[in-house]
């Protein structure tokens, strides 16, 4: 049995740097594919464009302001769920978390004068999990599952009693 819990912590927090470790370091970018457009967008109207997506890719668009005010704002929806993924700017990226269609908007709404001309280069990248970073996960669980419990245990005044009966014995 062992003596305190003191003695539990060190693979507590071990298992929780581990989880902790692999999840930051374990992912790598492979560029898939890029395309490059001139989009012109009169003013106070909004450009949408559609892009069928896998599940877990990077999606990055990246547009330049040729011709206008700079009052353009981007914003990706997820299709099916109709849910804002993420916007503002001139520059949108996000990780798919389901394979489906993606509508990326190129909103020119503010400006009432000046129509847009943008540079948009738009690229997708295949995200890679290391084997060693699955590994590093798999044994930081391994000891928090095993480890938790005793932790618990040794604190709970139940236990506590009915060790010490044993011991005394």
């Known amino acids: 049995m062992v003596k305190g819990w003191k003695t539990l912590m060190f693979p507590f927090l071990l298992g929780g740097l581990l989880i902790a470790i692999g999840m930051n370091f374990g992912e ?20 949408m464009e559609e892009w069928e997506l896998a599940k877990g890719v990077l999606f990055e668009v990246n547009a330049t302001v040729e011709c206008g005010n700079g009052s353009v704002v981007l914003y990706a929806v997820e299709k099916a769920s109709g849910r804002e993924i993420k916007g503002g700017g001139l520059y949108l990226h996000f990780k798919t978390s389901k394979e489906g269609i993606y509508q990326i908007f190129y ?27 699955a590994l590093l996960i798999g044994i930081g669980s391994a000891l928090l599952i095993v480890i938790g419990p005793f932790f618990a245990f040794k604190r709970s005044k139940v236990l506590q009693k009915r060790f010490k009966r044993r011991d005394e014995l």
Do not use: M
């Open 28 to 47: 790598t970018y492979e560029l898939y594919n890029q395309w490059e457009d001139e989009i012109a967008i009169k003013p106070g109207h909004v450009f």
């Open 107 to 133: 909103d020119n709404s503010q400006s009432f004068l000046l129509p847009a001309k943008l540079i948009v280069v738009r690229r997708v990248y295949l995200i890679n999990r290391s084997q060693f970073s």
